[in-house]
């Protein structure tokens, strides 16, 4: 199935149509053209590449629309998360439809639910970026689990330079990311930097040649696709629950889920398969 944002349909029977700046394949294309595409990976695109993919309002309400219904969707494993064209993974919020908001409008108007569905989806997300990915845009690559990131990308915080701080998150994921010294230089100073001093601070997972971005965010996206999506999405919910919590409280969690997960059929399954020296078939319960 190929769901086109364009087509109306992608939130399903009962949801408005998604915005067209925000396209959504489920299988996405396959990698380096090979194969038919694996059909647990779904492709979302931003697709504003004249204003190098900012985030307006119907790009996040788009993404936050397409993420809830791809989490609900069983046939789904993976989403790769990518900007059209390959200027920019996005250049950040809208900043002409920012210009003059006033603290009420951009509080009811600055999309945070949006960003809140998209931090909580339970399949794993991987960023390809190339390009710029400046103020949201680096803030939503930073949302993702992990960052396939093309030897031409720019990442950075430049509000400073607007006048503003980070309002999607960089300010507390970046800091995470990078450590508080790291974080205070680039968002006091809104400095830029390029892909390979990214993987050096641990913001990215891979640098890769530029024109290989997608292709290998989609290969990355089928391998963890092929593995048992029960076992994958509580591997996501626990890594993230790292960040929130003290260490004890995330060894609990991190305890409670191992447990739980031998009440399933794919714990049984994987453990039989490795016995029998055979491929597991994984069924998702
Ligand atoms: N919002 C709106 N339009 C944007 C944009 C943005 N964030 N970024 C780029 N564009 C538009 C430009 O206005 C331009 O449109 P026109 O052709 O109609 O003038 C088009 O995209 C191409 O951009 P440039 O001509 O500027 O391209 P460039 O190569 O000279 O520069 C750039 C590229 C360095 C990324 C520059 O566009 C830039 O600095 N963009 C803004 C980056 C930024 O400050 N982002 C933070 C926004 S605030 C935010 O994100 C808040 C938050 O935390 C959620």
């Given amino acids: 199935m190929v769901t086109e944002a364009t087509a109306g349909s992608a939130n399903g029977p009962d949801e408005p149509p998604l915005a067209p700046v925000v396209r959504v394949d489920l299988p996405a294309p396959p990698a380096f053209g090979r194969g038919s595409g694996d059909p647990g990976v779904a492709l979302v695109t931003i697709d504003r590449p004249a204003v190098l993919n900012a985030l307006d309002a119907a790009v996040l309400s788009g993404l ?5 219904r791809l989490d609900a969707d069983p046939t789904c494993r993976a989403i790769v998360l990518s900007g059209a064209g390959t200027r920019a993974f996005a250049a950040g919020a809208d900043i002409k439809g920012m210009v003059d908001a006033t603290p009420a409008t951009i509080e009811t108007a600055g999309g945070f639910e949006h960003w809140e569905t998209i931090s909580a989806v339970g399949l794993p997300v991987i960023a390809a970026v190339r390009g710029f990915a400046l103020g949201g845009g680096c803030e939503l690559a930073l949302q993702c689990d992990l960052i396939v990131a093309g030897d031409d990308a720019t990442f950075g915080q430049p509000e400073i330079k607007l006048g503003i701080i980070p309002g999607a998150g960089g300010t507390q994921r970046l800091t995470r990311a990078v450590g508080k010294a790291r974080a205070m230089e680039l968002i006091l100073t809104g400095r830029s930097i390029d892909a390979h001093e ?4 641990g913001m990215v997972s891979v640098v890769v040649p530029a024109e290989e971005t997608l292709d290998r965010a989609l290969e990355l996206a089928g391998r ?5 999506p029960l076992a994958v999405r509580s591997a996501k919910a626990v890594i993230a629950a790292a960040q929130e919590l003290s260490l004890a409280e995330g060894l609990r969690i991190e305890r409670r889920v191992f447990v739980d997960l031998f009440a399933t059929e794919d714990q049984h399954e994987g453990m039989t398969a490795f016995i029998e020296k055979r491929q597991p078939h994984w069924t998702g319960r």
């Avoid at 990214?198 to 601070?201: G, Q």
């Avoid at 963890?224 to 048992?228: E, K, L, R, S, V």
């Fill in 64 to 68: 936050a629309a397409a993420f809830r």
């Fill in 224 to 228: 963890i696709a092929a593995m048992p």
């Fill in 198 to 201: 990214a993987e050096r601070l």
